[in-house]
Every structure is written in C-alpha cells, then in structure tokens.
T-cell receptor, first 110, second 113 residues
Framework: GESVGLHLPTLSVQEGDNSIINCAYSNSASDYFIWYKQESGKGPQFIIDIRSNMDKRQGQRVTVLLNKTVKHLSLQIAATQPGDSAVYFC?????????FGAGTTVTVRA | DAGITQSPRHKVTETGTPVTLRCHQTENHRYMYWYRQDPGHGLRLIHYSYGVKDTDKGEVSDGYSVSRSKTEDFLLTLESATSSQTSVYFCALGTGELGGEQYFGPGTRLTVT
C-alpha cells in the first residue's frame, strides 16, 4: 500500500508571507499526487494535482513541487491570506482509491 | 456542496443500535466513497463503490457495511454502533481519472454514547 506522511502537523504563518507545506510518500511507483484543503466544518476540497512527469505545477497562488528522487512533494502558498487557514492534506491515488496524509494545520496570523 | 448531500448531518445514538448514513449525488458519477475522519488519523477509507451493486472494502471496513442499489445513493450502515465509531463521516464522489480528484460532501458527525 501507499504510506503518505506530512512533515509538520502545524504551521503558523504571518499574513502576506509565503507558506510551505511538505509531504513524503513511500511508493516510488506513484505517479500522481494531489493536495486537498479542508476548512473547519467542511469536507476536503481539491486544490491542485501533479503528475510524476512534472517537477512543478502552478495554480492560482499555489505551486506544487515534486522531487521524485527523495519522494517528497510540497505545496507553496504565495501571499498567505486569512482564508488560507485550514488543514492541508497530500494524497496519492492508486486503484481508484486515495491514501491521505495526516494533514498540516495552517494558521494565518494577522 | 452542490451535487452531493449527506444525511443526517448530525446524529447521536446509543451503543448497540444500528445506524444508516446516506450519501446522495445528482452528478451520475460511477465512483463513490465513504471515509471517516478522526483526530490524528486524517481521512481513512471505509468502503467504496464502483457501480450499482459493486462495492469493496477500504482500510477500516470492520463494523461497517454499504449498499448501492442505484447510482445516486450510497448507504453506510453500522450494524451495531460502538463508541469507537464516534467520528465524522464523509462521502465523496470520484470525479477525475484514477479516482484522484474526489468531491466531498459536507460530512456527518456521529456520536455513539
């Protein structure tokens, strides 16, 4: 199976600064990775994904970086806003099922 | 949460009673999933369905059963609820290829006393 882990369970960031959330995975055959955001009291929401043939993918204020050599991916949030306060999960799909990491709680300080 | 609803949204029940949670979609997606979310464990897959009457177990399926008699409804049943099943339950639709992009419902908070 796939093991997915996050490096830090919590992250506190000043509003306007950049946030970096890290994730490690165990299966070197994994070829697709996804980040989800979960706001308090809601279900997780898809943010961005990346395929293993890419090292970097950018969305709106978010960038995902993939390092296949060390089996590590990161989510970068530019100019962090209060609305970015949430739990962030990395996830790896396999056989139409998702394996989630435990999540990093991001708190934005005003 | 357009396209997916869960009912009930909150429920308190006693140990040993049966409980059924309902997930309803209006999107006609083939894949549907049930997860539970507990502090320190993230989201864990209970069961999933890949079509009408086609279901399979996830990593924490003990004590749970599911049924999918029509595309739009996926039911999760706790045959005899235990306190360890107190959790938040999320239903999700598989909206992308490989089951990676999933669209989650609002969740059901279940408390077993």
């Amino acid at each position: 199976g796939e093991s997915v882990g996050l490096h830090l369970p919590t992250l506190s960031v000043q509003e306007g600064d950049n946030s970096i959330i890290n994730c490690a995975y165990s299966n070197s055959a994994s070829d697709y990775f996804i980040w989800y955001k979960q706001e308090s009291g809601k279900g997780p929401q898809f943010i961005i994904d990346i395929r293993s043939n890419m090292d970097k993918r950018q969305g709106q204020r978010v960038t995902v970086l993939l390092n296949k050599t060390v089996k590590h991916l990161s989510l970068q949030i530019a100019a962090t806003q209060p609305g970015d306060s949430a739990v962030y999960f990395c996830a790896v799909p396999r056989d139409y099922k998702l394996s989630f990491g435990a999540g990093t709680t991001v708190t934005v300080r005003a | 949460d357009a396209g997916i609803t869960q009912s009930p949204r909150h429920k308190v029940t006693e140990t040993g009673t049966p409980v059924t949670l309902r997930c309803h979609q209006t999107e006609n997606h083939r894949y549907m999933y049930w997860y539970r979310q507990d502090p320190g464990h993230g989201l864990r897959l209970i069961h999933y369905s890949y079509g009408v009457k086609d279901t399979d177990k996830g990593e924490v399926s003990d004590g749970y059963s599911v049924s999918r008699s029509k595309t739009e409804d996926f039911l999760l049943t706790l045959e005899s609820a235990t306190s360890s099943q107190t959790s938040v339950y999320f239903c999700a639709l598989g909206t992308g290829e490989l089951g990676g992009e999933q669209y989650f419902g609002p969740g059901t908070r279940l408390t077993v006393t």
